[in-house]
């Protein structure tokens, strides 16, 4: 019978030189779908805040964008953050059942968080105001008022947070869409990276 022990060896050494009193294992790594703040090539070591990437000196950060991917990841896509080993404070596996309420969630702290910034961020913008912005995120489009200048309201999709009439400029970064998520409780497959207007 072998003398190897049932813990993880890999996971205690992995990120260092090895030597020959290593065997074949398999581990556990903690990952978590981000958002790339810039481009990224796969295994680049990184940092992440408010679920946004960015680059960070090799041991610095918390992990690395996932290694086996085959191309390289642009600003604004999602990809799996590899947490660096042993940098987790627990590990558990969790499951799901259409009988049973998920777990996790975001918290009303997380909400109030989330809310302040973009709150920030769109009155620093040229763009409608806080409840217009996030209105036609949540919907889709804006009701069209009685005028035909205001025709359609708004519209939000794949290129643009676009508003008719109004004054709308400048560039939405990554950071805006996991806000956004937060507030609305909701996945967004739509990340436009652009306000715009028909004024």
């Not at 090539?41 to 992990?63: D, L, R």
């Not at 769109?122 to 996030?134: F, K, L, N, R």
């Not at 508003?163 to 990554?174: Q, S």
Request: charged fraction near 25%.
């Amino acid at each position: 019978m072998s003398e190897r022990k049932v813990t993880t060896d890999a996971l205690e050494t992995l990120g260092t030189i090895i030597d020959e009193s290593q065997k074949r294992d398999a581990i556990h790594l903690a990952v978590e779908p981000v958002i790339a703040g810039q481009d990224f090539s796969p295994g680049s070591h990184i940092t992440v805040t408010n679920g946004v990437a960015q680059p960070s000196k090799p041991g610095k950060g918390i992990g690395i964008v996932d290694p086996f991917l085959t191309e390289n990841v642009k600003k604004g896509e999602r990809f799996w953050f590899v947490m660096y080993p042993r940098k987790v404070h627990s590990l558990r596996h969790v499951w799901s059942h259409p009988d049973f309420p998920d777990e996790g969630g975001t918290t009303p702290q997380d909400k109030s968080v989330s809310e302040e910034w973009l709150r920030d961020f769109i009155s620093g913008s040229d763009c409608p105001d806080y409840d217009t912005v996030m209105e036609l995120i949540n919907e889709g489009i804006l009701p069209s008022p009685d005028s035909e200048y205001y025709a359609n309201g708004g519209v939000y999709d794949e290129e643009y947070l676009h508003f008719n009439g109004r004054d709308a400029h400048g560039e939405i970064p990554p950071e805006f869409w996991v806000h956004a998520e937060i507030v609305l409780n909701k996945k967004l497959t739509n990340r436009p990276q652009y306000f715009s207007c028909s004024c």
